[in-house]
């Protein structure tokens, strides 16, 4: 028959240790007593029984051996005690019985589904035993066995970066081989500057396959005509109690490629500083976009400068990022903070602007006047067109010096030239239609 000892390795050479000690004069007379575990380190799946055995000596008398258990491992949760019953919130005893120089306590490790740090079972030798027995315990007065937790520790990282037009992007979910024979679900979020169902088809939930130990949750891009560099996915997995997130590796970002070449951005040459311009006045508009483009023809944009809109005409800029567009300030023309009139302000006019380098037409949306980006708020441009700040009524001659005279044009401009000059006056003339 064959009789197996969980503890044999380290109790042999525990035992050796005190032969050791008795033959070189060490031991004294009390009793000498070790404790040790069967093992160092246990999986918590793992079914193999612990024990944590006391050797003495000498196998004659009983001997009463006081000890704690204790450690960061709970009892009746992370493990149990089969025999002897003990409490391990209080000191315990147990008995080597005479005849034999050892007594052992054994454990089971229960395997729960919580993801926890490893733990460790710690017992520990007291002091003298009960009715006045005496040990000691010389070289090793405690032992411990360390519970390896077995859920998955998960990171994530990024795998492809998605694109438009049609590049798909993914992150990769793993953890540490080998793989588990059944699925591990996980959870996540998803945030940042990207929106679902505008730059990215909406992530759903996954999970890592069985006898895989890492799954990829694809990234389908949206292919939209908005130019909109530099949208940000950040993909973050969440807590569970089925497995732990590595630290520092459950967080992962894509900045979505773009393919569209907008403008970002309406102000006014260094020609044009803030101020107010009145009639005849040239006004340089520029128009930047996130790439260099090219022009053909004559693109314009429409001026939100009076009762009716007004052009002002591209002349400069092409392959570059900052096209240049002329507004020339004209009768009636009057604004307290000039802008474009919409996002819609830039027309190609018959011509085209693209991409430098390519046939990509660019976004022409501008943007929205008053906001951040436009020209009115960037510049801050007033436009009088009207002569002296003063609108002319019907029939009126206005001059520089502010006198006016009220003559009707039915009487015949020469007439009214002469009498004006008579006066002295130094005039402009300007017909009002009505």
């Known amino acids: 028959m064959t009789v197996h000892y969980p503890c044999f390795p380290r109790c042999l050479a525990a035992l050796g240790l005190l032969l050791l000690l008795m033959s070189t004069g060490r031991a004294s007379a009390a009793e000498q007593v070790l404790i040790v575990a069967s093992q160092a380190t246990i999986n918590e799946s ?35 005690v089969s025999a002897p019953a003990i409490d391990p919130s209080l000191s315990n005893t147990i008995t080597i019985p005479n005849g034999s120089n050892s ?10 589904n919580l993801a926890e740090l490893s733990e460790t079972i710690t017992v520990t030798i007291n002091g003298d035993g009960a009715g006045g027995t005496i040990y000691t315990a010389p070289v090793s007065s ?14 994530i990282v990024l795998n492809v970066t998605a694109a438009e037009p ?78 732990l997130i590595k630290p520092g590796a459950g967080i ?18 260094p020609s044009t500083p803030n101020g107010t311009y009145l ?43 900052t096209l240049s567009f002329r507004y020339t300030v004209g009768p009636e023309d009057s604004s307290a903070d000039l802008d474009y009139t919409n996002t819609t ?21 501008l943007p929205t006047p008053g906001q951040a980006g436009s020209l009115s708020a960037n510049r801050n441009l007033v436009v009088d067109g009207i002569l002296n ?15 006016t005279s009220q003559c009707g044009f039915g009487q015949g401009i020469s007439a009214l030239l002469l009498l004006c000059m008579l006066a002295g006056l130094t005039l402009s003339v300007r017909r009002i239609k009505h």
């Not at 007594?103 to 729960?112: E, F, H, Q, W």
């Not at 390896?148 to 520790?153: A, F, K, N, T």
């Not at 992150?171 to 679900?185: D, Q």
């Not at 992962?252 to 040459?269: C, I």
């Open 46 to 80: 793992d079914n193999t029984p612990l024990t944590f055995t006391f050797i003495r000596m000498t196998s004659v008398g009983d001997l009463d051996v006081n000890f704690t258990i204790s450690g960061t491992a709970t009892f009746e949760e992370d493990y149990t």
């Open 279 to 321: 009639l005849g006045s040239i006004i340089t508009i520029t128009v930047t976009f996130s790439e260099a483009v090219a022009v053909t023809g004559s693109p314009t944009l429409d001026v939100a400068a009076g009762p009716s809109p007004a052009l002002a005409q591209y002349f400069d800029g092409n392959g570059t990022t």
């Open 166 to 243: 049609a590049t798909n992007g993914s992150f990769t979910v793993s953890y540490p081989l080998p793989a588990r024979t059944s699925a591990v679900p996980f959870t996540f979020v998803a945030s940042g500057t990207a929106i679902a169902g505008i730059d990215y088809q909406a992530l759903v939930s996954i999970d890592i396959p069985a006898n895989q130990n890492f799954v990829n949750i694809p990234v389908t891009i949206i292919n939209d005509s908005l130019a909109d560099d530099g949208k940000v996915l950040t993909v973050s997995l969440t807590s569970s109690s089925t497995y």
């Open 103 to 112: 007594a052992t306590i054994s454990l089971t490790i229960d395997n729960d």
């Open 345 to 365: 302000a830039l027309a190609l006019n018959g011509g085209s602007i693209v991409r430098a380098g390519t046939t990509n037409p660019a976004v022409l949306i």
């Open 252 to 269: 992962a970002s894509m900045t979505l490629g773009n393919d569209d070449t907008g403008v970002t951005d309406v102000s006014s040459g």
């Open 389 to 403: 700040g003063q609108k002319p009524v019907p029939g009126t001659v206005q001059s520089t010096d502010s006198h």
């Open 142 to 155: 405690s032992d411990s066995i360390v519970i390896l937790d077995d859920e998955p520790v998960l990171e």
